[in-house]
């Protein structure tokens, strides 16, 4: 049985892109220093200097230039060396910089994300070989100048494909201080060619998918769900943030807080265009008129039709809208949220508070009901909260013995009762007209995922579900979005 757990928060970090300069030169595969590792030692010392040894490094540096460590910021073993170096400000709490220097023996996913998180084009680096490069340590590295929550910041980084290894430094701080290249001028990086291959990038692996199946839900339902694939493949680094909305036979996806938009015929999803917006967005609604709503906390709410912008509503935080399009609710993580209510092109707010909730993960609206999905005030674990228009409480949809669910994504109201995506267990669940627990469907046996984040879903004009989620491919070549038509409910 599947562990659950409850997300207290959640939490945005913003990256930086940097600007990188593509010179089109070949880049030969960083050079290994070694054929062997050292073994690590106790800090001795060396003239006039201080030395590190680790396994994967040794660092040489003047302890007069003011470079400091505690115990625990050194750590080594065998397949991962880190330390953190500090140069505190003289008399005063903080530091002038702060440099860390690590290198790990590892799958290369991690440095695959560090490519495109630092500003780096994955194709353009493997294949096109299009960085500069700078020796650091013995190993050629890519170079990044950006920063780090306001703090400037420089990075080097590469993998050693040889020796199946992730070298990565970071100088947090006054990076151009003299002190920190010759810090990196007593760096040398010990690894050992030990023949690794890497698993395939992204353009050389092989994309989700998947057969239709069935699986019965209690004695009364069976489940069906229906593979459709996205034309071109959607391959993501972020497991969490999409969102999806369908009008007629165009599916609208959030994919990285950029809108795309999808002809859907029932079996697939093709992509049509991307829409380009001022902002990104994490919230998508759409009404009955065919109007898409759009909200991000920081970002003016915005309706879009017909290819163009139709109005922008400053002050909301996240929203989800009414199918109507004439109200809907603001909201964060807290109780108390604010219904909002368009008029005359005016948007007025007011007060309202679902007490029942501690910390709200989700919020979303049909035509009769407000679901609140979140951690119940009295400790009971996360649940489903069913309002009606006005706030007032109708139902509380929980697990089979009325404890906490995982975190439900996405909920919608059928035909025989309710039905709702929980992408912390991973399962599809069914409720009665009066919210009373069917059963779920995992989603090995639902859809033939292996270990996937439910993101979201939308109805279908036949009354079935899109539902979208993110899954990592076989061959771990890439995470992909994918989608799933489901019925039988």
């Known amino acids: 049985m599947k562990t659950k757990f409850k997300l207290s928060c959640l939490f945005l970090a913003a990256l930086v892109l940097f600007s990188l300069t593509a010179c089109g030169k070949d880049n ?12 690590t030692k106790p800090p001795v010392e060396a003239g006039s200097g201080t030395t590190i040894h680790t396994n994967l490094w040794d660092l040489t540096y003047d302890e007069a230039d003011g470079w400091v460590y505690e115990e625990d910021d050194l750590h080594d073993d065998e397949t991962s060396s880190k330390i953190i170096l500090t140069l505190p400000k003289e008399g005063e709490d903080g530091s002038i910089v702060d440099a860390e ?12 994300d560090y490519l495109t998180s630092y500003g780096f084009d994955e194709y353009e680096y493997a294949v096109d070989q299009a960085y500069d490069l700078t020796p650091v340590g013995g190993i050629d590295c890519l170079k990044a100048e950006g920063n780090y929550w306001g703090s400037p910041c420089l990075r080097y980084m590469n993998r050693v494909e040889g020796a199946g290894a992730t070298v990565f430094m970071e100088i947090i701080g006054e990076f151009e201080d003299e002190r920190v290249d010759k810090l990196l001028s007593g760096l040398t990086i010990h690894l050992e060619d030990t023949g690794n291959e890497d698993g395939p990038w992204y353009w050389e692996g092989e994309p989700f998918s998947a057969q239709p199946r069935s699986v019965m839900v209690g004695t009364t339902y069976t489940l069906s769900s229906q593979w459709l694939p996205i034309t071109d493949c959607i391959i993501t680094k972020e497991t969490f943030d999409h969102a999806a909305a369908v009008t007629g036979d165009q599916a609208y996806l959030l994919v990285d807080g950029e809108l795309k938009r999808f002809d859907y015929d029932g079996a697939s999803l093709k992509f049509a265009e991307d829409i380009v917006l001022d902002a990104e967005y994490e919230d998508i609604s759409a009404d009955t008129t065919g109007t898409l709503w759009l909200a991000n906390f920081m970002e003016p ?25 004439t109200w809907g609710v603001s909201w964060f993580s807290g109780p108390e949220c604010e219904k909002i209510t368009l008029s005359g092109g005016a948007l007025k707010t007011e007060p309202i508070v679902f007490q029942e909730v501690d910390i709200l993960s989700h919020l979303l609206i049909d035509d009769s009901h407000i679901y609140v999905c979140g951690s119940a005030v009295d400790g009971s674990g996360h649940k489903v909260f069913v309002y009606d228009s006005n706030g007032a409480l109708q139902m509380t949809l929980a697990d089979s013995d009325g404890s906490g669910l995982g975190s ?22 069914l409720w009665t007209k009066d919210g009373a627990y069917l059963g779920e469907a ?33 061959d771990e070549s890439a995470m992909e979005l994918v989608a799933f038509k489901l019925s039988g409910f």
């Open 408 to 429: 439900i994504t996405f909920i919608t109201q059928t035909a025989n009762g309710y039905l709702a995506l929980d992408g912390n267990m991973r399962e599809v669940v």
């Open 101 to 112: 220097i690590r290198v790990s023996v590892e799958d290369p996913y991690t440095f695959r």
């Open 442 to 474: 995992d989603d090995g046996d639902l859809f033939g995922t292996d270990y996937p984040w439910f993101c979201g879903g939308a109805k279908l004009a036949d009354g079935s579900i899109l539902a979208i989620m993110t899954e990592d491919r076989a």
């Open 28 to 39: 030969p595969e960083p050079s290994l220093t070694s054929e062997g590792t050292e073994q």
């Open 301 to 325: 709410l915005i309706s879009w039709k017909d290819g163009a912008q139709t109005a922008s509503y400053e002050g909301p935080d996240h929203v989800t809208m009414h199918p109507s399009g």
